[in-house]
């Protein structure tokens, strides 16, 4: 380990250095942080590798959890407003997804869970940043987006999860999904509103009828999106999610 002149230095067991070969064992002071060195046979690594995993990753959809979720959002919004760059952000919840659980059973809800993870990883970039929010709702981050390619991205996850046959033993059923988009800066300056905005889209989205999307704009008149995108021929469904 070499110090490379850094601001406040490096210590090794609470010892100043400048240069030293590391010990299984040894605690690294870096600034504020401490790090431990530790020489970790295949079996280690893999065991360290799962728990970090099961740490950040959803395990049905293989999406991100929603706290780690929020976390890449919150260093993306950091990005953003440095650069003055836009980020976008989809907020997503399954139609009427009780009557799939009540109707087929549990385990082929999970099942559409897990298949509606993998389309929503098919759709987007992989720079883009994707997690489950809870239960049947989802996130997704698109860095560099505006309004207007955020909704082209949205529709596109909508129409992918509308057309899909979900199947799940002798079972054959079908999924919508409602997606609410907000931008930053335009619709907030931090990670928690521009949430707030797009989670509001989402619900003004279930309430013009489901399977659409629309993009968070508080100044339009009441029952017009600014804008909105969803297929004509699906009729409004009841008022519950």
């Known amino acids: 380990m070499v110090d490379l002149d850094s601001t406040n230095g490096t210590r090794l067991n609470e010892k100043r250095v400048e240069r030293a070969v590391l010990r299984d064992g040894d605690k690294i002071g870096v600034g504020d942080r401490i790090l431990k060195f530790a020489l970790l046979d295949q079996a280690d690594m893999a065991y360290q ?9 959803d395990d049905l959809t293989g ?15 950091v990005r953003s407003l440095r650069y003055r760059r836009p980020v976008s952000v989809l907020m997503m919840d399954l139609d009427h997804f009780k009557q799939v659980n009540d109707t087929y059973g549990h385990a082929a809800g999970s099942h559409g869970l897990a298949e509606v993870g993998r389309l929503i990883r098919e759709s987007t970039r992989v720079t883009d940043i994707s997690g489950r929010f809870g239960g049947e709702e989802f996130i997704t981050v698109l860095p560099e ?23 799940y033993g002798d079972e054959s059923f079908q999924l919508r999904i409602s997606i609410g988009i907000a931008t930053a800066p335009t619709h907030g300056n931090d990670a928690g509103r521009v949430i707030e905005a797009a989670d509001a889209a989402l619900y003004r989205a279930k309430s013009l009828g489901r399977n659409r999307c629309v993009v968070h704009e508080p100044e339009s008149p009441p029952g017009q999106p600014a804008i909105s995108d969803a297929p004509p021929a699906v009729p409004p469904d009841s008022p519950d999610r």
């Open 49 to 57: 590798l799962r728990i970090a995993s099961l740490t950040h990753i």
């Open 63 to 77: 999406l991100l959890t929603m706290r780690s979720a929020r976390r890449a959002f919150e260093k993306e919004m």
């Open 145 to 167: 987006t505006d309004a207007a390619p955020a909704l082209v991205v949205a529709n596109r996850i909508r129409e992918t999860i509308a057309r899909r046959a979900f199947r």
